[in-house]
């Protein structure tokens, strides 16, 4: 017996980065891989106080159906946190989602016929690329530097393709590379964007992860047609396993997502919903949030100073001002899946770069992440990953 | 501005249902309409010791990412649910979905290119059908009577189309007929989907509410060949604000299911899985099922008994031995819409049953809920509704 599946379904692969990590949960790993949060960090006690509170004062509306578009306290909140980088909306403006993996999900829905293409950052985030891949369109990642796209290169892209239908990019300590847009792109991202008639997909989890310097605003912030869609999130601020994320976008995009979610899974978690509105209202999120940088920073920090002393010269790998990643370009000769057999064997593991060019190649990048291990596994770890490079290397050598 | 939306969106209509329960919510509407439980049988307490359990002894697991397929000791659990409706299954046969809504978004993702034709049962449930139309088939409604899809009619149906690519069924307590199909047509129904290699998607969120009677085995139990996918939830047996259903099929199928899944959000909320599996294993889910099914057969009898005091002789219903909900069938020249209004003129809500057939028509149907509303309420409720109907007929009469 086999069924028979849609078309789109040929195209949907398992994310390598979730297959590896059930390879990389035994204890002994030290895992560079996950993009996951610092497990002591989360606010725990703070979440089983305002659980009892939600469950004891409204329990019964906690537990019933709510409305598609999310809980109307946690829509001002959220408008609060759109304040903070840049964005005045309304709180009509918000649709909760389940994740901003949901709200990628309803962008590919929501504008790409089959054939249509998505620019992206290359490279660019796997699980958006997959999540896109479910509605059959093409690809182009379009180059990018220590500044974001460059868009000489967009334009030529917007101007020899007329069935772009949005731009996908992550601004800020974008994910896998570390790196954040300057100001000046953003600027001219909404120029061309309007020039052409399409749609900017702006996916922020990072943003208010920021160790140093000033924030730059979204570039929902410079949005003068409403054509920008802001993916938010409460995973890394907060915690992810609430699966609490948000779209804003204007009214008439709203709605299309708004429809999305009701076919999709009719509405998010009424509980947690209630759950993070209630946190946000009675804790100082801003003070939890400047705790997680300051340890954050610091496992930066030790990693990137560890990468300095252990790795050869050759190897590169960028500085990031904030969020969760940091990317290593090894020798072209080198290849990342390769190595990632060796460090396993070592108890290391990270995501090969390769997977996260929607277009190939370049797999002789890797990311590494260095929020979710403590400083003495940062050490141990890129210690071992830098003899593992070493060992290969010589083999290279010696062939 | 006006951005370009993928040809899918204009199939998408908001539901009639979530548009109409937001224009009820007045405190002083008596609404049959939603398909909501009753929020006073909530285990609110119950919930409210298990949640703090959770986040006390694995807090930092709670708010963690977790497995695409769902959190392992729930997905034990789940398998005792399907034992319950006859089905054996492993937990690796089991995805943990964001209620069973979820289930239908992803049917219709791993099954339909646009044009393919998915039957189901006329009427069918209206959040099934807006799901699959995201997805761009052709529906063809399989006549029913009140043991179930008529088996001759899905036969001839099935010959003469080549392009169905599943079959669509709630083969307990019907939304919204409330009807139950019989054993050998669940049974007639493997043997033809076998024959014409279709899969079913077996929608099943009443199951376990049976009032009288005995249980019938799901059409999985029937299933020799791996290709009936089970949509089960939470929402009814326990609470649909924590947004918890599954899927159970064979692996080939369950395995399209979890690709799905990771694109659309990774996976449902950890806390919320450890929650329910806790419940399930500190409470007596069984006494509490019992507890639910006492209160709507009391229900449901106060309406029906209402129903026959007081509408007109010539208004049919169906009496369903369990689940949520009664059909009312009233003259052909009547219509469901008009009564809508002049009902909620009198604080009564319903949902007209026009929007429950996929090919239109049947403009005199309604579905009246019987599960949310306390005893004065129904009796008051219906009394008003007779009223408006025998008004209406009155008009008629005249006209």
Same mark, same amino acid.
């Given at each position: 017996?086999?069924?028979?599946?849609?078309?789109?379904?040929?195209?949907?692969?398992?994310?390598?980065?979730?297959?590896?990590?059930?390879?990389?949960?035994?204890?002994?790993?030290?895992?560079?891989?996950?993009?996951?949060?610092?497990?002591?960090?989360?606010?725990?006690?703070?979440?089983?106080?305002?659980?009892?509170?939600?469950?004891?004062?409204?329990?019964?509306?906690?537990?019933?159906?709510?409305?598609?578009?999310?809980?109307?306290?946690?829509?001002?909140?959220?408008?609060?946190?759109?304040?903070?980088?840049?964005?005045?909306?309304?709180?009509?403006?918000?649709?909760?989602?389940?994740?901003?993996?949901?709200?990628?999900?309803?962008?590919?829905?929501?504008?790409? $016929?089959?054939?249509? @293409?998505?620019?992206?950052?290359?490279?660019?985030?796997?699980?958006?690329?997959?999540?896109?891949?479910?509605?059959?369109?093409?690809?182009?990642?379009?180059?990018?530097?220590?500044?974001?796209?460059?868009?000489?290169?967009?334009?030529?892209?917007?101007?020899? $393709?007329?069935?772009?239908?949005?731009?996908?990019? @992550?601004?800020?300590?974008?994910?896998?590379?570390?790196?954040?847009?300057? @100001?000046?792109?953003?600027?001219?991202?909404?120029?061309?964007?309007?020039?052409? $008639?399409?749609?900017?997909?702006?996916?922020?989890?990072?943003?208010?992860?920021?160790?140093?310097?000033?924030?730059?605003? #979204?570039?929902?912030?410079?949005?003068?047609?409403?054509?920008?869609?802001?993916?938010?999130?409460?995973?890394?601020?907060?915690?992810?396993?609430?699966?609490?994320?948000?779209?804003?976008?204007?009214?008439?995009?709203?709605?299309?997502?708004?429809?999305?979610?009701?076919?999709?899974?009719?509405?998010?978690?009424?509980?947690?919903?209630?759950?993070? #509105?209630?946190?946000?209202?009675?804790?100082?999120?801003?003070?939890?949030?400047?705790?997680?940088?300051?340890?954050?920073?610091?496992?930066?920090?030790?990693?990137?100073?560890?990468?300095?002393?252990?790795?050869?010269?050759? @190897?590169?790998?960028?500085?990031?001002?904030?969020?969760?990643?940091?990317?290593?370009?090894?020798?072209?000769?080198?290849?990342?899946?390769?190595? #990632?057999?060796?460090?396993?064997?070592?108890?290391?593991?990270?995501?090969?770069?390769?997977?996260?060019?929607?277009?190939?190649?370049?797999?002789?990048?890797?990311?590494?992440?260095?929020?979710?291990?403590?400083?003495?596994?940062?050490?141990?770890?890129?210690?071992?990953?830098?003899?593992?490079?070493?060992?290969?290397?010589?083999?290279?050598?010696?062939?």
């Amino acid at each position: 017996m086999s069924l028979r599946y849609a078309k789109r379904m040929d195209n949907i692969k398992a994310s390598e980065i979730r297959e590896l990590l059930k390879l990389t949960q035994k204890p002994e790993i030290i895992s560079f891989a996950g993009g996951l949060p610092a497990p002591e960090l989360f606010p725990v006690e703070e979440l089983e106080k305002v659980s009892s509170k939600v469950l004891e004062e409204q329990g019964t509306t906690a537990l019933q159906y709510g409305p598609t578009e999310g809980y109307e306290p946690l829509r001002v909140e959220i408008t609060k946190r759109m304040e903070k980088v840049g964005v005045e909306c309304k709180p009509e403006d918000i649709l909760v989602t389940s994740g901003s993996q949901q709200g990628l999900d309803f962008s590919g829905k929501i504008f790409l $016929n089959p054939g249509d @293409i998505v620019l992206c950052e290359s490279p660019s985030y796997l699980g958006a690329i997959n999540a896109f891949k479910a509605y059959e369109p093409e690809f182009i990642g379009v180059p990018t530097d220590e500044n974001g796209m460059i868009m000489e290169e967009l334009e030529d892209i917007l101007k020899n $393709n007329d069935r772009v239908r949005f731009i996908y990019v @992550i601004p800020d300590f974008q994910n896998p590379s570390g790196r954040t847009w300057s @100001i000046e792109r953003r600027k001219r991202l909404i120029e061309l964007a309007n020039e052409h $008639n399409v749609a900017i997909i702006e996916d922020n989890p990072y943003g208010e992860l920021r160790f140093e310097g000033e924030y730059y605003p #979204a570039i929902k912030h410079y949005d003068t047609e409403g054509r920008v869609i802001f993916l938010g999130t409460f995973s890394k601020i907060f915690c992810p396993g609430l699966r609490l994320g948000w779209v804003c976008a204007e009214e008439e995009v709203l709605n299309k997502f708004v429809l999305a979610k009701q076919g999709s899974d009719l509405q998010s978690s009424t509980i947690s919903q209630m759950q993070v #509105a209630k946190f946000l209202e009675e804790y100082d999120i801003e003070a939890h949030i400047e705790n997680l940088k300051k340890v954050y920073k610091k496992r930066r920090d030790l990693m990137i100073n560890t990468m300095k002393e252990e790795f050869p010269e050759e @190897i590169k790998f960028t500085n990031p001002e904030g969020g969760l990643f940091t990317w290593v370009v090894l020798p072209e000769y080198m290849n990342a899946r390769d190595l #990632a057999v060796k460090a396993i064997e070592k108890n290391v593991a990270f995501v090969p770069g390769g997977s996260f060019f929607p277009n190939g190649g370049n797999e002789n990048t890797l990311r590494l992440n260095y929020s979710s291990m403590d400083d003495e596994k940062i050490v141990i770890g890129i210690k071992r990953l830098a003899e593992a490079i070493k060992s290969m290397m010589k083999e290279s050598q010696k062939a």
